[in-house]
């Protein structure tokens, strides 16, 4: 039997063949420890400078500003947590929005047990927080803010720069998560203004379990585990030397191809759309704008479907998820779309279409088939 057409592009993507071919000497050949004075040693240690640049370079950073971790949750807990020990004179007070990422949201929930208050931002119909409320909520005693880059669910992107700006004109620290946004649109530090910025390698065509986050020269971080002094002691322990070298690669095709792959992704999302649209009409709804969304993803609601039986029953063919989670005898609804005030019957139909560099119009010519004629069957 073939395998199912894989449409979840935003939980992980498979390793790039060039991403493996890069890594494979890595493993045996190359295998020396990059804290060794001897060849083995410098041969890693330079392995992991030339990944640093690879991943500064996509974000238009110096690579000393990058530190490698091991995947995105990592790097929020070292950018939120890491920030506020090393800033406790700043104030006890964080903000963030209502739809960030479990790996932000923990961090702050964990923080309010040291005091920490957070402050968690609405946002509107299509999950984007405004600006103006971002203001509103800085208070003297603000230490950071941290608001993702795109959503993982509906894709939603935020007004990330604007952002910037009033963090910098009241001198509070910024923080993005941007591990959806990476390879899928352009992630530019200086353009964006952030202070840290979260990198996570699987969703980007390297292995998972790397991440990197970006630190701006200048801001101050502690290290949450302790340990020698290998990322200058941010984060202490041995390289990963093949997957550093694994996400460098990824880095670096990311940016050859960005707007290829950019193209390419919003090609077939649009596809997906119209063919959707065409063949349910209106009883098909999108949740997010897609003007201002990752040009991959897809979050829809089929009306009166029940998106767990939907995914369920076309398993077997395409792989796609939900936008809720379902418990023994009940539905839950995804915080990402409660917050955007999507009705209870919306987000139970809600699932997360989302395409990637691998997938072909042939591919969503079949799964359009496949999920109309799903829906059409449920709803007999
Ligand atoms: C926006 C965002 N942040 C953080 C993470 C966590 O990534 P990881 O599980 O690789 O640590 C994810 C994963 O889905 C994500 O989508």
Redesign the pocket.
Known sequence: MSKPIYLDY??TTPIAPEVVAEMQPWFDTNFGNSSSAYAFGRTSKEAIYKARKQVASLINAAPEEIVFTS????S?NLAIHGFILANKDKGKHIITSAVE?P??IEVCKYLTTLGYEITYLPVDAFGRVNPVDVEKAIRHDTALITI?HA??EVGTIQPISEIATIAKKNQVAFHT?A??SLAKIEVDVQQLGVDLL?I?G??LYAP?GI?ALYIRQGVKIENLIHGASQEKGIRPGTENVPFIVGLGKACELAQQHLSTNSKHLSSLRDQLLRGLQEKLGTTVKFNADLTNCLPNTLSVAFEKVEAHTLASIIEKEVSISTGSACHANSVEISSVLKAMNINRLTAASTVRISVGKPTTEEEIDRVIAIITNAVSQLKK
Do not use: F, I, P, R
């Not at 995947?71 to 990592?74: D, I, K, N, R, V």
């Open positions: 935003n939980a995947c995105a949750t990592e929020n990422h790996a932000v993702m959503n993982n998560d591990a959806q979260t996570a699987h969703k998972k991440g």
